[in-house]
């Protein structure tokens, strides 16, 4: 196994180095974040930096670059406070790439790359229609990572849409039965399989693995 020191990772080729570093802490939740502006323009994004904050209440973050390389998302939700995030399908997976670039404030992403914007009662910012995992969080705080000028948006989830046929009885949600992709690094999308499922683990003794058992 090769070993690097920040010295040599910090003199590397700055595309090489993004890869190598981007790639280092594995794969992500990549998803399609959808807002509306005051004007009524949609807008349609790809984030992976997205963390589960916690169950009760239900919070999820993502982290925001700084708004000079990533303007619309932010000032959107700041504008409004709703925000929806969507599940990626291997069947549309270029497009939601294709949401990464940089296009104007007045161009909706999603009649640039043809995904199509759903609407649900009293939410108010777009679905992706052909997501199979979706849900909508309403703006709790945004906090400045003064580091690296970037945000952590913190949103407090109000609404979840989820294909039948992935909720356990238990309301695990098997993703690999639906497909929904990982991503790694800033290019890279994948496929996933289970490994194994487990009880609680207690100290004392290994947790049993539940992997074939109907829960
Ligand atoms: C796979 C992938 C993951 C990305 N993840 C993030 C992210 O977590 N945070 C971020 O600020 N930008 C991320 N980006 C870049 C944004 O998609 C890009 O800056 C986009 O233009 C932001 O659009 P907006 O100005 O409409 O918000 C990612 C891009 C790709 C291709």
């Known amino acids: ?3 690097f020191s920040i010295d040599t990772i910090q003199s590397w080729d700055r595309f090489y180095r993004g890869n190598f570093i981007n790639c280092l802490s594995g794969f992500k939740s990549a998803s399609l974040i959808g807002t509306v502006n005051t004007a009524g323009v949609t ?4 984030f992976s930096n997205i963390i589960h904050l916690g169950a009760d209440p239900a919070l999820i973050a993502f982290q925001n ?7 619309h998302t932010i000032a959107n939700i700041e504008a ?8 990626i399908h291997p069947s549309f997976v270029d497009k939601a790439h294709q949401t990464s670039a940089k296009y104007a404030a007045e161009e909706s992403e999603f009649a640039a790359v043809q995904l199509t914007e759903e609407w649900r009662h009293n939410i108010h910012a777009p679905f992706v229609a052909e997501s199979n995992i979706k849900y909508a969080l309403s703006l709790v705080e945004i906090v400045p990572i003064q580091h690296n000028n970037t945000f952590l948006v913190i949103g407090k989830l109000t609404d979840a849409f989820v294909d ?3 909720i356990e009885s238990d309301g695990y ?3 690999e039965k ?12 994948y496929n996933v399989s289970k490994v194994a499922r487990y009880n609680y683990a207690k100290p004392g003794g290994m947790a049993e693995e ?3 058992k109907n829960i």
């Not at 700084?66 to 303007?71: E, L, R, V």
């Not at 639906?178 to 999308?189: E, K």
Request: with cysteine; hydrophobic share 40%; aromatic share 6%.
């Open 43 to 46: 807008n349609l994004a790809i």
């Open 173 to 175: 949600l098997s993703l």
């Open 80 to 87: 409004t406070g709703v925000y929806t995030l969507n599940h």
């Open 1 to 3: 196994m090769q070993h």
């Open 65 to 71: 670059r700084p708004t000079a390389a990533a303007p």
């Open 164 to 166: 039948e046929s992935c």
């Open 178 to 189: 639906i497909q929904s992709v990982t991503s790694l690094g800033i290019d890279g999308y």
């Open 210 to 212: 539940i992997w074939d």
